[in-house]
Nanobody
Framework: QVQLVESGGGLVQAGGSLRLSCAASGRTLSSYVTGWFRQAPGKEREFVAAIRGNGGNTYYADSVKGRFTISRDNAKNTVYLQMNSLKPEDTAVYYC?????????????????????WGQGTQVTISS
């Protein structure tokens, strides 16, 4: 019943920007933690960013701090990931996920096993 759909991926040059969207049905995202993860070929899934259900706190991997911003639009039941100053090492499939995580801490928000619903992923490719 619950479904997440990512969109907004594509091909951009280094230094460019992309805005990813995670649209939910069957679950009110404002009541859950929503996170973004990414996975590059041959590598394990990596935490990128997360936002609390109450919208008060956000969490970021060190590799994206200052460049990426996670936000939510409760009216649209959608979470976004604004990605600026993109680098070739940002190339990956990006996934959004939601989970009921209590208490929310930076460590717990970054653990993929704490999320029960995942989207299908959207490809982000950054050229040099």
């Amino acid at each position: 019943q619950v479904q997440l759909v990512e969109s907004g991926g594509g091909l951009v040059q280094a230094g460019g920007s992309l805005r990813l969207s995670c649209a939910a049905s069957g679950r009110t995202l404002s009541s859950y933690v929503t996170g973004w993860f990414r996975q590059a070929p041959g590598k394990e899934r990596e935490f990128v960013a997360a936002i609390r259900g109450n919208g008060g706190n956000t969490y970021y991997a060190d590799s994206v701090k200052g460049r990426f911003t996670i936000s939510r639009d409760n009216a649209k039941n959608t979470v976004y990931l604004q990605m600026n100053s993109l680098k070739p090492e940002d190339t990956a499939v990006y996934y959004c996920a939601t989970g009921f995580i209590l208490p929310v801490t930076p460590s717990r928000a970054g653990i993929s096993d704490n999320y029960d619903i995942w989207g299908q992923g959207t490809q982000v490719t950054i050229s040099s």
